[in-house]
């Protein structure tokens, strides 16, 4: 006689959320007012699309840092006969030796944002160590579910790296590295480049990713309507990009979700930081244990009453200033090693 095991263990009892940091609550109510943490629904994203009043996408100006970069935007294949991509291209000017490089994948939850979004501040975490900084524009969720937007993202290394010399880049040193969905995409395009044997990527910088479609963690359930991003915003992400029958169950690509990944051996140095008091806690904590289970290299920071993206929102505290600076530290010597 067969015996059916059926698991019935209950979620993970959790308690109040973690108080956030004494400078950055009344940011949190502030950004609270202007927009709940669980405003993103699958009928708004065309709203959500719109600019934000006050916030102004970095021109080619700004980018360019007082000229100390040259910027550029080349149209590039994509994979397999899929739609051409975009890249924008930032260069040290007077760079005398192949510079590395940062390739950045923007966040914006798969549904929002473009390839400056973000790339403000990669550049000033490139800059004091002359690297070129290379951001991707990718297909957004719905409209292109998985797994368009990662393939743009995996179509875009390839061309960096095979173009490496002509943009006085060196292709051993490339970084890759992004926020919310452009770590969970970073860490995607990572595990291809390994499992292809495609290019060769020096590390990985991802910075509170977007890893695990599954939503259930105990932050999740903990932060539910608190913050920045919520489990209901999560949710509307996950739904875009796999389709609501899909998400959470058994035949989600770890491209798409990284954290189903059955195997996390063999991959490059990786730093992931995230905050105590957000969404994303649990399993980007998860997925630091899993890496160094495998026999990986791992920094991890979880930063006391951090929320989601507080660096960015809030680059003046204090909090912000040491995370800024941790990521600066461990990219130096992933550069030196």
């Not at 395009?189 to 495609?198: E, P």
């Not at 289970?293 to 920071?301: C, D, P, S």
Request: charged letters at 20%; proline letters at 9%; hydrophobic letters at 40%.
């Amino acid at each position: 006689m067969t015996r059916h095991i059926t698991d019935r263990r209950s979620p993970q009892p959790v308690g109040p959320p973690p108080p956030f940091d004494p400078e950055l609550a009344p940011i949190v109510v502030l950004l609270t007012s202007l927009r709940s943490p669980d405003a993103y629904r699958l009928d708004n994203i065309a709203e959500m699309r719109q600019p934000v009043p006050g916030v102004e996408t970095p021109t080619d100006a700004v980018l360019s840092r007082g000229g100390t970069y040259s910027v550029e935007e080349r149209t590039v294949p994509g994979q397999d006969g899929q739609p051409d991509i975009s890249l924008l291209i930032c260069l040290p000017k007077h760079a005398a030796t192949p510079t590395p490089a940062i390739y950045h994948i923007h966040g914006g939850g798969m549904i929002v944002g473009d390839n400056r979004f973000g790339l403000a501040e990669m550049l000033s975490l490139a800059e004091p160590m002359d690297m070129a900084v290379v951001s991707v524009e990718y297909r957004l969720a719905p409209q292109t579910p998985h797994p368009g937007p990662v393939e743009d993202c995996y179509a875009g290394l390839v061309w960096l790296s095979d173009h490496a010399h002509e943009l006085n880049i060196d292709p051993e040193r490339i970084v890759i590295g992004g926020a919310s969905a452009g770590g969970g995409l970073a860490a995607g395009v990572t595990l291809m480049a390994r499992d292809r044997s495609g290019p060769a990527i020096l590390a990985q910088m991802l910075l509170s990713p977007m890893l695990d479609d599954r939503n259930d963690s105990p932050s999740a359930r903990q932060m539910r309507g608190v913050g920045i991003w919520d489990s209901s915003s999560n949710e509307t992400g996950w739904n875009a990009l796999l389709g609501e029958r899909v998400r959470g169950g058994p035949d989600v690509s770890p491209y798409a979700a990284p954290s189903r990944a059955a195997d996390l051996s063999g991959l490059p140095s990786a730093f992931i930081d995230v905050g105590s008091a957000e969404t994303f806690r649990d399993e980007n904590v998860a997925y630091a244990s899993r890496i160094w289970q495998a026999g990986g290299r791992l920094e991890l920071h979880v930063w006391p009453g951090g929320f989601h993206g507080f660096d960015v929102v809030a680059p003046h505290t204090m909090i912000s200033q040491d995370a800024i600076a941790a990521r600066a530290a461990w990219l130096r010597r992933q550069l030196t090693a």
